[in-house]
């Protein structure tokens, strides 16, 4: 008898959380570690921070362009976030996925929600703080919003966090501990891709 064990299935993971728990370090540690993963880069309208790089960090786009997109039905998501639009584009997941290689997209909360509708059967994984006064302490020391941005934030944290039932992992991101969130998201796809019944995600 001949047997080979049945080659994995890709895996769509999208990692979510609240504003400031740390995704956009997770994301860039995930890259330094050269994980074997096809990273989509998020489209949005919002203004370019110092330090940032399009094309690396978010595609930053104009309003106008952000439209035709939304148009031609070419965001997997999109939502509107502290007057700012967020999209992920569909033709990068849908490429890889079809190459067999598997996939990250970076949202936030309300994205996520949106995902889950459109493809139930990807992995999705919500990373924690610590505290939600460590959450606070991260957000108010960033000084990259205005008082008016900053008050949204805070306010909207406990409502984020309130959506974890929606979540098939979570993973707390302790500052000084990146490497070991890192570690964790790694192990849930290495699980995810041993599955018996493996997920197929369909776009």
């Known amino acids: 008898m001949n047997f080979r064990p049945p080659a994995p299935s890709p895996v769509l993971v999208v990692l979510s959380g609240p504003s400031g728990v740390g995704k956009d370090a997770v994301l860039a540690r995930m890259k330094e570690n050269r994980l074997p993963l096809q990273y989509v880069t998020t489209v949005t309208t919002r203004a370019q921070r110092p330090g940032e790089q399009d094309g690396l960090d978010y595609h930053f786009s104009s309003r106008e362009e952000f439209k035709k997109l939304l148009d031609q ?3 997997l998501e999109w939502a509107e976030v502290y007057g700012n639009f967020y999209g992920v584009p569909k033709a990068p997941v849908r490429e890889s996925l079809k190459q067999g290689r598997d996939v ?10 949106s995902i889950k509708k459109i493809a139930p ?28 941005t900053l008050k949204r934030r805070l306010d909207t944290a406990p409502l984020e966090l309130a959506q974890l039932g929606m979540f098939d992992y979570f993973v707390v991101n302790n500052e000084d501990k990146i490497d070991q969130a890192v570690a964790e998201i790694s192990a849930v796809i290495t699980a995810e891709k041993a599955r018996v019944h493996p997920r197929h995600v369909i776009l």
């Open 73 to 75: 039905d070419e965001l």
């Open 104 to 113: 990250v997209v970076k949202v936030d909360v309300q994205g996520a929600a």
């Open 121 to 148: 059967d990807a992995v999705f994984v919500f990373l924690l703080p610590p505290s939600l006064e460590e959450l606070t302490r991260r957000l108010s020391r960033r000084l990259t919003e205005s008082p008016e």
